[in-house]
């Protein structure tokens, strides 16, 4: 019978070498790959997950909020009609809250226009206030859970809820909505596979208008903390959108360091051109990508 060895010559000496079967060789070959395809799967997973990590939710704001939204995500509506004319409009997730009144102080100021996404948090005066003042009432939802994409009935009970607030202050039945982490928002995939490319057509067919942004303040970002930076992130953010050109602007009236900066922000837009309004159903839309 013939082994499966053969005889090598090492320093004078006669040695067997061993020689592997064929059959082993292919059962090493098969469990040395089934490891690299293991490795390379638990790394693309634990990356995958420190990304969703990333974007936990904390006293209802969503922790990772890009510093600008690049334009190829966005769909953008009409130009502005007038050469030339710059326009920002001024948004203000989450609240009402502490930081509000203060807020409208500067607003009224400086006679500029606002537009506010509020939730069922806050006093009803501060709504009232907001609307009587001029500025634009808007819906986000109750209670900015993001339990509320687990379906079409779920987001739509909080939203109804948040409208009949809004109605019942105001008079008025607002149309204008923002989903919380904006359309594009993937946290909601956690709930439903799907559900905001449902919603940002269903909500539209049920006669709401929605707004995302194209300028960000930053400051739901556990990276940024003061005036200075959200200064700095709206600024750079307007200014390079060009002339004929609109921002919208996603702040959050619940940070005092943000509404720190609105005065500043509002000075610098009034001595460079800027005209600042509040949105309205008319106003041309930014819509990012939706990505669930």
Same mark, same amino acid.
């Given at each position: 019978?013939?082994?499966?060895?053969? @005889?090598?010559?090492?320093?004078?000496? &006669?040695?067997?070498?061993?020689?592997?079967?064929?059959? *082993? &060789?292919?059962?090493?070959?098969?469990?040395?790959?089934?490891?690299?395809?293991?490795?390379?799967?638990?790394?693309? +997973?634990?990356?995958?997950?420190?990304?969703?990590?990333?974007?936990?939710?904390?006293?209802?704001?969503?922790?990772?909020?890009?510093?600008?939204? +690049?334009?190829?995500?966005?769909?953008?509506? /009409?130009?502005? +009609?007038?050469?030339?004319?710059?326009?920002?409009?001024?948004?203000?997730?989450?609240?009402?809250?502490?930081?509000?009144?203060?807020?409208?102080?500067?607003?009224?100021?400086? %006679?500029?226009?606002?537009?506010?996404?509020?939730?069922?948090?806050?006093? %009803?005066?501060?709504?009232?206030?907001?609307?009587?003042?001029?500025?634009?009432?808007?819906?986000?939802?109750?209670?900015?859970?993001?339990?509320? @994409?687990?379906?079409?009935?779920?987001? *739509?009970? %909080?939203?109804?809820?948040?409208?009949? /607030?809004?109605?019942?202050?105001?008079?008025? +039945?607002?149309?204008?909505?923002?989903?919380?982490?904006?359309?594009?928002?993937?946290?909601?995939?956690?709930?439903?596979?799907?559900?905001?490319?449902?919603?940002?057509?269903?909500?539209?067919?049920?006669?709401?208008?929605? *707004?995302?942004?194209?300028?960000?303040?930053?400051?739901?970002?556990?990276?940024?903390?003061?005036?200075?930076?959200?200064?700095?992130?709206?600024?750079?953010?307007?200014?390079?959108?060009?002339?004929?050109? *609109?921002?919208?602007?996603?702040?959050?009236?619940?940070?005092?360091?943000?509404? %720190?900066?609105?005065?500043?922000?509002?000075?610098?837009?009034?001595?460079?051109?800027?005209?600042?309004?509040?949105?309205?159903?008319?106003?041309?839309?930014?819509?990012?990508?939706?990505?669930?």
């Amino acid at each position: 019978m013939k082994r499966n060895v053969d @005889y090598i010559i090492e320093k004078g000496k &006669v040695r067997q070498r061993f020689k592997l079967k064929p059959v *082993f &060789v292919f059962i090493f070959s098969a469990l040395f790959t089934v490891l690299i395809i293991s490795g390379v799967q638990y790394v693309e +997973e634990r990356g995958k997950n420190e990304k969703e990590e990333q974007s936990e939710i904390i006293e209802g704001v969503e922790t990772v909020v890009p510093d600008f939204i +690049e334009l190829d995500t966005v769909s953008e509506g /009409r130009k502005l +009609e007038k050469v030339g004319e710059r326009t920002v409009y001024l948004t203000f997730d989450d609240g009402p809250g502490e930081h509000t009144a203060r807020l409208l102080d500067v607003l009224g100021k400086y %006679d500029v226009k606002a537009t506010f996404f509020v939730t069922c948090k806050g006093s %009803d005066d501060l709504i009232l206030r907001e609307f009587k003042e001029g500025h634009t009432v808007a819906l986000h939802t109750c209670s900015h859970n993001y339990a509320i @994409y687990q379906s079409a009935e779920t987001y *739509f009970s %909080d939203l109804n809820a948040i409208s009949n /607030r809004v109605s019942r202050i105001t008079g008025k +039945e607002a149309k204008l909505i923002r989903f919380p982490g904006g359309s594009s928002n993937a946290i909601s995939a956690r709930y439903n596979k799907g559900i905001m490319t449902f919603l940002t057509s269903e909500v539209e067919r049920r006669g709401y208008k929605y *707004f995302d942004w194209n300028v960000s303040s930053g400051d739901a970002s556990n990276n940024v903390s003061t005036a200075e930076v959200v200064f700095s992130n709206v600024i750079n953010g307007v200014d390079r959108r060009g002339e004929g050109s *609109f921002s919208v602007i996603l702040q959050h009236d619940i940070k005092g360091f943000s509404v %720190d900066a609105v005065e500043g922000i509002i000075q610098y837009g009034l001595s460079n051109g800027y005209k600042f309004e509040a949105l309205t159903e008319d106003s041309p839309v930014t819509h990012h990508r939706v990505s669930n």
